[in-house]
């Protein structure tokens, strides 16, 4: 291999990086645009249906996008934490544990906004401002979480001496040294 060059392998596959720069640009369309019109219900609901397919592709995708792969347990993402704070988190190939406690709460906020936006429009519920207050706090949530997850890429990119960002652009890494973990399991 030629000097300066690193060896790279694929981490992230083609339907995993289109679900998330499609929800990302969604989202932040959403939360710029929010006018409660037909566009914002469309995009809403279309985010939504992204979020569905990557639950999905969760289960029957490649491996490294399986959540057998990188969802970790509670006693992995405890030890994670530790690490973190002591200043020796582990370099992972797929996400930590805290980032995919992050991704799988943040799909959870697009999800549960889909259903208030939802409620919201139902006959049942004209005139109840619970389910427009309830869908804007919900928003306001992803809106910390989104920011707090922009940060932490960079962050832990710089941390480990690799762009995340690019990395969810082209789907590879530098390949394992040794000091990687491959999941969070725990």
């Not at 596959?13 to 929010?34: I, K, M, P």
């Not at 549960?112 to 804007?136: K, M, Q």
């Not at 480990?160 to 394992?176: Q, S, T, W, Y």
Request: glycine fraction near 10%.
């Amino acid at each position: 291999m030629p000097a300066g060059t690193q060896a790279t392998v694929r981490v992230w596959d083609a339907v995993v990086r289109f679900t998330h720069w499609s929800v990302a640009a969604l989202v932040l369309w959403e939360l710029v645009e929010n006018s409660g019109g037909p566009l914002h219900r469309t995009l809403g609901y279309a985010t939504a249906g992204l979020v569905l397919l990557r639950l999905l592709w969760g289960f029957v995708g490649s491996p490294p996008a399986r959540f057998s792969a990188w969802l970790p347990s509670p006693s992995g993402a405890l030890a994670y934490s530790r690490a973190l704070l002591a200043g020796r988190a582990p370099r992972y190939l797929s996400h930590t544990p805290l980032g995919a406690l992050m991704m799988v709460t943040m799909w959870t906020l697009i999800l549960a906004l889909a259903a208030t936006g939802w409620l919201s429009r139902l006959d049942a519920f004209w005139g109840e401002d619970w389910p427009v207050d309830l869908h804007a706090a919900l928003a306001d949530c992803l809106m910390v979480l989104v920011g707090v997850h922009v940060v932490a890429a960079i962050v832990m990119g710089r941390m480990h001496g690799e762009n995340l960002v690019a990395a969810m652009i082209h789907g590879r890494k530098r390949a394992d040294d040794g000091s990687s973990r491959t999941t969070p399991r725990g």
